[in-house]
């Protein structure tokens, strides 16, 4: 079985699975939990993605409403983190397992000098013999910076440290398919698969089989496995090897190094750059691409941040980090690399996004 053969396993956990329907923590799942690790996890490196601190800030402020403005919500996550740090802290200090807490909002893995930085952290932690307890920061995330769903985050936080697996213990025993069966494997997430999700939530969660979707796509183009499955019943690692009862997302066979890697991982794109048919060739001979081949940009973006190449149809062709902003493109696409000193009035590079900086999709 793979988990046992991984070194660095990253464990996701819903809402639902460390809280109940009451509002309170689930210490006894949690523990059987604990335990699991303490069986499968000699000479590993685990880290815990856990969802549920609104949920028991709410129960602790004994508020029942499901709709809550965003701003009211900070604050309850704020209490409530208190609480899920805590509850954690004591159960692994049974075991004898030191933890440390980890509070990550988008820019920290979306912007590559945090991201760095974030990964030292994790690497740090593990050298001190600690399990990383991790959440969104919910106190300071807004509408629009926000992932949303600790699926993608725990993807992300998996391919940045370089962890081999990702479990996420969910409600569902894995991904079904229309006649209600477990899909067992999963190459690649085709319309096939997409036509699976299910848009039905629960009373806790943010996510859905959507966003273990986006999840499984972060995971196999990093090269990290992925298994969906229960989190329902205690010793969920356990029952999942003894079982075999998940959706397994296989990983891309890649050869890109980790740059590479969190580029095409990234969750978004701050912008689009159109390109014509002979630069579309270009990039798919492993060439850079240059301002002669840009018809057109869509949206606003600074120097160095995440955007989409794509041909006159809006096919996707790559994903790179622009070495100039949008403004500055918007005046020199279509024009040669020796006019672009001209135009912008001082000495620049005459790559729009390096080779080096992007991924062919």
């Known amino acids: 079985m793979l988990v046992e053969n991984s070194k660095k396993i990253v464990i996701k956990l819903g809402s639902t ?51 809550i403005k965003l701003e009211m919500s900070q604050a309850i996550a704020a209490i409530g983190q208190i609480h899920l740090a805590g509850e954690f802290q004591k159960l692994f200090d049974r075991f004898k397992i030191k933890s440390g807490q980890i509070l990550i909002s988008p820019d920290d893995t979306e912007q590559r000098k945090r991201a760095l930085n974030v990964r030292s952290t994790f690497e740090n932690l593990f050298k001190l013999n600690a399990i990383p307890i991790v959440n969104e920061n919910d106190t300071t995330a807004t509408s629009e910076i926000k992932y949303g ?6 993807a992300r936080v998996a391919q940045i440290i370089g962890a081999d697996t990702l479990v996420i213990l969910s409600d569902v025993d894995g991904l079904y398919d229309k006649s209600k069966n ?4 999963v190459n690649k997430i085709d319309e096939k698969i997409n036509s699976l999700v299910e848009t039905s939530k629960n009373t806790y969660g943010s996510g859905g089989i959507s966003t273990k979707l986006d999840a499984a796509k972060i995971c196999m183009n990093s090269g990290c496995h992925m298994f969906l499955a229960s989190g329902n019943k205690e010793n969920p690692l356990k029952k999942m090897i003894k ?33 014509d048919r002979g630069a579309a060739k270009a990039l798919f001979n492993g060439k850079s691409l240059l301002a002669a081949g840009i018809t057109k940009i869509k949206g606003s973006f600074d120097k160095g941040e995440n955007v989409l190449i794509v041909d006159q149809n809006g096919k996707q062709l790559a994903r790179g980090l622009s070495s100039f902003d949008s403004t500055e493109i918007d005046k020199i696409k279509g024009k040669q690399s020796k006019e672009i000193e001209r135009i912008l009035g001082y000495f620049s590079k005459s790559e729009i996004v390096h080779k080096d900086n992007m991924v062919k999709l």
């Open 17 to 67: 699975t460390v809280v109940d329907a009451k509002g309170k923590f689930k210490k006894k799942w949690v523990m059987s939990l604990i335990k699991d690790i303490q069986k499968y996890g000699s000479g590993k490196k685990f880290v815990i993605v856990s969802s549920g601190a609104i949920a028991l800030g709410q129960k602790y402020l004994k508020i029942k409403k499901k709709k």
């Open 149 to 154: 769903d600790n699926d993608r985050l725990a």
């Open 182 to 185: 477990i899909v067992k494997v």
């Open 243 to 275: 079982n075999k009862i998940f959706t397994h997302f296989l990983p891309k066979i890649s050869s890109l190094d980790a740059r590479k890697k969190w580029i095409i991982s990234s969750l978004s794109s701050s912008g689009v750059i159109y390109i």
